[in-house]
């Protein structure tokens, strides 16, 4: 089982940055692929980034590609979301999950591959 817990969120201007983090605790964080998700009132949850168990390959939805950039260091059970050049348009809940289960298909971006989540955290881009 793996917990996961979200940090770094903020008010920030457009064209501004932020950094969230994925604090990891429980023994599969290393095993398991892990992933960003985002959520506007009252729209579903969208995919955003994908990183797989050894952090080499890594997935991104076409509004964010160029812009966020997804890692993680498994020696300290956590992954980041690195964000650039944000846009009014990237205020959601940003939640982080994962999936301790193989994801194949090429899945990474349906929530339903995920199994553990966090409580999100809230990012607000001002124009």
């Known amino acids: 089982q793996v917990q996961v817990v979200e940090s770094g969120g903020g008010l920030v201007q457009a064209g501004g940055s932020l950094r969230l983090s994925c604090a990891a605790s429980?023994?599969?964080?290393?095993?398991?692929?892990m992933g960003w998700f985002r959520q506007a009132p009252g729209t579903d949850r969208d995919f955003v980034a994908a990183?797989?168990?050894?952090?080499?390959?890594?997935y991104y939805a076409d509004s964010i590609k160029g812009r966020f950039t997804i890692s993680r260091d498994n020696a300290k059970n956590t992954m980041y979301l690195e964000m650039n050049s944000l846009k009014p348009e990237d205020t959601a809940v940003y939640y982080c999950a994962a999936s301790p289960r193989l994801i194949v298909g090429g899945r990474y971006y349906s929530p339903t591959e995920y199994d553990y989540w966090g409580q999100g955290t809230q990012v607000t881009v001002s124009s």
């Open positions: 990183v797989t168990r050894s952090g080499i390959t890594t």
């Open positions: 429980g023994r599969t964080f290393g095993s398991s692929t």
